[in-house]
């Protein structure tokens, strides 16, 4: 097990971890795709742990299901919990993103996960890991 800064939610069943550094806008984001039908899984803290070699994320049992919410402070959530993780998102600047990137993967646990990267600030930022997630393999259909 281990134990990443960060913030995870689940889309159609699948976690989406979102690194960056403090208050460069991870619980924003995990709000707004809250708000589009994600789950949240884990705010600032996320463990890591492999369930029968899956890799999986799921909150410290004492920040299951709180979020921070700019303005409003922590906010109780229904959660899920664990997910397979399937996709890392760095959270970066525009300028900082390449327009054609390769794909990436990160290891985790030994284990390679996609990774993208989005500046959260763009209005396009909750669709653009949304449809990362549908062109995931195995995926089909236009997740929630």
Do not use: F
């Amino acid at each position: 097990m281990m134990r990443v800064h960060g913030t995870c939610v689940a889309i159609a069943g699948r976690g989406v971890l979102l690194r960056a550094p403090s208050g460069a806008g991870k619980s924003d984001l995990a709000l707004r795709l809250i708000d589009a039908g994600a789950r949240l899984v884990a705010d600032d803290q996320v463990e890591l742990a492999l369930d029968s070699g899956r890799l999986t994320a799921r909150p410290p049992a004492t920040i299951a299901g709180l979020l921070e919410v700019r303005g409003l402070g922590i906010v109780t959530l229904d959660y899920q919990s664990p997910v397979p993780l399937a996709l890392v998102v760095d959270l970066r600047p525009a300028e900082a993103i390449e327009r054609l990137p390769e794909e990436q993967t990160v290891d985790l646990l030994d284990r390679p996960v996609r990774c993208i990267a989005v500046d959260p600030r763009q209005a396009s930022a909750t669709a653009k890991i949304r449809l990362a997630i549908r062109l995931l393999p195995g995926m089909t259909g236009n997740p929630p």
